[in-house]
């Protein structure tokens, strides 16, 4: 199984500020790596799949790079909804796997 | 718009069993993989099961594998859950997911709001 390892497990920072999510793979997974948001009482949704490509109806504030085992997800100028709980996904091997999250707070 | 609505959640006793249905509009059914992932009161997201868009092929992984069985009904767009022996670390929020053509290929997009399971005497 494909460990994914999130951090910082929580990012304190402003609204307007940038954010720097990091997700390490226990093994190399290529590009399949995906971000997804969680805001509080609510589904998770996609905002990154591939690494680097936006799903649909995400502004351009999020950014994510990286291949291999280390990967990156950008938020630049936090607006007061970015303000969630984050979580990468593989999907190079079974079963699929998530990493623990990382909840940025204001 | 694309919607998946979750129903059958509930309390059940260890040992028990209980069915989840996920009902999809939105979009063409038939031609999309679907999968269960649960979140464990404030905890994370794992991923449970997959099937494919014609119900040929199905995964588990295996902490579920031979207690929990996934099938769907295309002619009424509805993904199910069977989960029988059910232990209190089964006590979750199950959410639906539409995958994509393939089984193998694509991400979680969307997501239901989930039905929550409560595993507990």
């Known amino acids: 199984e494909v460990v994914l390892t999130q951090s910082p497990a929580t990012l304190s920072l402003s609204p307007g500020e940038r954010a720097t999510l990091s997700c390490r793979a226990s093994q190399s997974i290529s590009v399949y790596l995906g971000w997804y948001q969680q805001r509080p009482g609510q589904a998770p949704r996609l905002l990154i799949y591939d690494a680097s490509k936006r799903a649909t109806g995400i502004p351009a504030r999020f950014s994510g790079s990286g291949s291999g085992t280390d990967f990156t997800l950008t938020i630049n100028g936090l607006e007061p909804e970015d303000f969630a709980v984050y979580y990468c996904?593989?999907?190079?091997?079974?079963?699929?796997?998530f990493g623990p999250g990382t909840q940025v707070d204001i | 718009e694309v919607q998946l609505e979750e129903s059958g959640g509930g309390l059940v006793q260890p040992g028990g069993s209980l069915r989840l249905s996920c009902s999809a509009s939105g979009f063409t059914f038939t031609l999309y993989a679907m999968h269960w992932v649960r979140q464990a009161p404030g905890k994370g997201l794992e991923y449970l099961s997959g099937i494919t868009n014609n119900g040929g092929s199905t995964y588990y992984r295996d902490s579920v594998k031979g207690r929990f069985t996934i099938s769907r009904d295309n002619s009424k767009n509805i993904l199910f859950l069977q989960m029988s022996s059910l232990r209190s670390e089964d006590t979750a929020i199950y959410y639906c997911v539409r995958g994509s053509e393939r089984l193998d290929l694509g991400w979680f997009d969307p997501w239901g709001q989930g039905t929550l399971v409560t595993v507990s005497s």
């Open positions: 996904q593989q999907r190079s091997n079974w079963p699929r796997t």
